[in-house]
């Protein structure tokens, strides 16, 4: 049973994935870009932890941590250089 | 047999939020709306897939760990700060200095200008 949910969370997150690379490709202005990177970072964090479950092990936990971290710093870090033309000052 | 019935609903209810916060991304019109989609129904959606991988490894794998409150802690922590950066981009390359209200103090948007070199420390206390 925890098989079948753990299936239909992973296509949900994986059919939200689709539409943010969507929002990617179309998106109007680059915060929507931005956003839309943004939102595919925490998709991908969800459909690791998925995976985690799916598998019984752990090994995933540091994995989604370390994605988290380099998608909040990648996030700043595009912000900035279009806020300052510049990353660091 | 409660166990999987509780671990399949967070995981179920967890994968529609996160549907919902990406359809919405898509379909809202305006970048300020926009920004409401991901930033709450999808950080939903992460929360409540760590809530059951934090069950899983309690009641099935019978180990406690807290990495999932680690990332929860992370995401809840960051996902605000993001978002204001996001805005901050959005209102520079979109709107213009009159499309904004006055801010009604000495200093305008700190978007357009340079912050003032000496923060007003202590301001309520000069008035008072």
Redesign the interface.
């Known amino acids: 049973?925890?098989t079948?949910?753990?299936y239909?969370?992973?296509?949900?997150?994986g059919?939200?994935?689709l539409?943010?690379l969507?929002?990617v490709v179309r998106g109007?202005?680059?915060?929507?870009r931005?956003?839309?990177l943004?939102?595919m970072v925490?998709?991908v964090?969800?459909l690791l932890?998925?995976y985690?479950?799916l598998q019984?092990t752990?090994v995933y936990?540091?994995a989604?941590?370390l994605v988290?971290?380099v998608g909040?710093v990648s996030?700043?870090a595009y912000?900035?250089f279009?806020?300052r033309g510049d990353i660091i000052e | 047999m409660l166990v999987e019935v509780l671990i399949s609903f967070f995981l179920v209810v967890s994968g529609i939020f996160g549907l919902i916060g990406s359809l919405g991304l898509l379909k809202l019109t305006d970048t300020m709306q926009r920004l409401h989609a991901p930033t709450k129904a999808t950080t939903l959606g992460v929360g409540g897939v760590l809530i059951a991988s934090m069950l899983f490894m309690l009641l099935v794998k019978d180990h406690l760990s807290f990495h999932e409150l680690m990332i929860t802690l992370f995401l809840f922590l960051t996902a605000p700060i993001s978002t204001l950066f996001i805005a901050q981009t959005h209102i520079l390359m979109n709107l213009k200095r009159g499309d904004l209200p006055d801010t009604g103090r000495e200093h305008s948007w700190s978007i357009y200008d340079d912050p003032p070199d000496q923060a007003p420390v202590g301001e309520e206390n000069a008035k008072g």
């Open positions: 049973m925890i079948y949910a753990l239909f969370t992973m296509g949900c997150f059919l939200g994935l539409f943010n969507l929002l109007p202005g680059q915060a929507d931005v956003l839309a943004d939102t925490i998709n964090i969800a932890v998925c985690g479950i019984g752990a936990f540091e989604s941590m988290a971290m909040f996030t700043v912000c900035r279009l806020l």
